[in-house]
């Protein structure tokens, strides 16, 4: 299995509402990557986890909310987002350490903040 | 916000014609180059990399050239085709750093 999934594919919420996305590979690849792409944008690194811990956080605001349940599973909790947050969430993996450059990407959860 | 009215970076070709779509880095210090295509709707989708130590790689129907002395990355495809139609981003990372910096993206549109 090569992939990465997630779901949903689609989320419209309200800036009150709490959401999670979800993320999922079985390449047992031990590291994991959340992104945030705008349109006509290039993706920008939200979270890293490696080994199942947050190794990096690029100063997110604290309304997103990521969690590594096991090595498989990557999931992003959403609560009082704003219309800005509005884009194209991304998942990846990759293999950890020396040489797990490159990052497998799922197909994105498109998300509308109303 | 977004940028309303922001363009990417766009290459025309006509369908049987060789593209080149380059990207420039800034860190010198950078090791490992990989290319992305991404459709529209899609997640990107990896197509070749490269790492430091060599200057050319070459894939099915791609080509990836790194000159580390401009710091210039291109990524050369053959034959292209409508499927060949996408945004492409180059991305630099560096050693056992798990951080890829992604270049603007080229929209590649391939006329039949």
């Known amino acids: 299995d090569t992939e990465v999934t997630q779901t949903p594919k689609h989320l419209v919420m309200g800036m009150t509402n709490k959401k999670s996305l979800k993320c999922e590979q079985h390449?047992?690849?031990?590291?994991m990557y959340w992104y945030k792409q705008k349109a006509k944008k290039p993706p920008e690194l939200m979270f890293v986890?490696?080994?199942?811990?947050?190794?990096i956080n690029e100063s997110v605001p604290s309304r997103f909310s990521p969690e590594c349940p096991n090595s498989s599973l990557l999931n992003l909790h959403l609560h009082a987002l704003q219309p800005e947050d509005s884009a194209l969430y991304l998942c990846?993996?990759?293999?950890?350490?020396?040489?797990?450059?490159?990052?497998?990407f799922g197909p994105g959860t498109r998300l509308t903040v109303l | 916000g977004e940028s309303v009215g922001l363009h990417l970076p766009t290459l025309s070709v006509q369908e049987g014609d060789n593209s080149i779509i380059n990207c420039a880095y800034s860190n010198s210090a950078s090791d490992y180059f990989i290319w992305y295509k991404q459709e529209s709707g899609k997640g990107p989708q990896f197509i070749i990399d490269?790492?430091?130590?060599?200057d050319k790689r070459q894939g099915q129907r791609v080509t990836v050239l790194l000159n580390k002395t401009v710091k210039h990355l291109s990524l050369q495809i053959a034959a292209t085709q409508p499927g060949d139609s996408a945004v492409y981003f180059c991305?630099?990372?560096?050693?056992?750093?798990?951080?890829?910096?992604f270049g603007k993206g080229t929209l590649l549109t391939v006329n039949p």
């Open positions: 990846a993996s990759s293999q950890a350490g020396l040489g797990g450059n490159e990052q497998f």
């Open positions: 490269i790492r430091s130590n060599m």
């Open positions: 986890y490696s080994y199942e811990k947050l190794s």
């Open positions: 991305a630099s990372g560096r050693g056992s750093n798990y951080k890829l910096t």
């Open positions: 390449m047992g690849h031990r590291a």
